[in-house]
């Protein structure tokens, strides 16, 4: 079965560069989530998309940026890269679509983005 | 806001059961998640609670009472590769799934 996939796998920027984080959700999953989890934490949720439209909005910093596109795809823009931003970025995805409300946020995690600012 | 918390570390040996507690603090409860994360890898789903009662699911069960706000993960028949990290996670209507430190827990032979 098709799974949550993310790009790249691993990804070394310097201090105020800027990264795309791509993610590409379960077929036929309309909501796409992006969360944050550095070193010994847990992942802390930084914004999610529903059917192309931000759904909610957590602790993402204001040099990130975020997007779903037509086909559900979703991309993390961040710019202006800090030591501290070094992590595992995850992106996990659901159906809500003719799912019933309580169980709307089972997510499937893709692999994550492991990103290291030098 | 939530507020989630379980212990930081467990140990445990092989065949034995242990229970990994989930407290919670939240409005317009909508479901509690239990996943299991290995180091460097991602969260995979272990079990949901909307109601009050235990979810049974092979080794792993998972109980709730929402009154009390309160959440446990049994894990049975323990085995080495249970060792890892398993988050508690909240669903607050109208919000984004919320997750708990996580407890570590590491399973001897």
């Known amino acids: 079965a098709a799974g949550v996939i993310q790009s790249p796998r691993h990804l070394i920027k310097e201090k105020r560069e800027t990264a795309t984080l791509k993610c590409y959700p379960i077929?036929?999953?309309?909501?796409v989530y992006w969360y944050q989890q550095g070193p010994g934490q847990d992942p802390q949720f930084l914004i999610s998309?529903?059917?192309?439209?931000?759904?909610d909005k957590g602790s993402i910093p204001d040099r990130f940026s975020a997007q779903q596109f037509s086909d559900y795809h979703s991309e993390l823009n961040m710019s202006s890269l800090e030591l501290g931003d070094s992590a595992l970025y995850f992106c996990?995805?659901?159906?809500?679509?003719?799912?019933?409300?309580?169980?709307?946020?089972?997510?499937?995690f893709g692999s994550g983005t492991q990103l290291s600012v030098l | 806001g939530q507020n989630i918390d379980q212990p930081t570390e467990m140990t445990a040996t092989e065949g034995a059961i242990v229970q990994i507690n989930c407290t919670y603090q939240?409005?317009?409860?909508?479901?509690l998640f239990w996943y299991q994360q290995h180091a460097g890898e991602a969260p995979t789903f272990l079990s949901y609670?909307?109601?009050?009662g235990l979810e049974e699911k092979g080794r792993f069960s998972s109980f709730l009472s929402r009154s009390k706000g309160y959440s446990y993960l049994l894990l049975k028949e323990l085995q080495m590769k249970d060792s890892a990290s398993y988050l508690c996670?909240?669903?607050?209507?109208?919000?984004?799934?919320?997750f708990g430190k996580g407890t570590t827990l590491s399973v001897s032979s």
């Open positions: 996990a995805s659901s159906s809500r679509a003719g799912q019933e409300r309580a169980t709307n946020e089972k997510l499937f």
């Open positions: 077929p036929r999953h309309d909501t």
């Open positions: 998309f529903y059917e192309k439209m931000q759904s």
């Open positions: 939240t409005s317009g409860f909508n479901g």
């Open positions: 609670n909307v109601l009050d």
């Open positions: 996670a909240v669903h607050q209507a109208g919000t984004a799934l919320i």
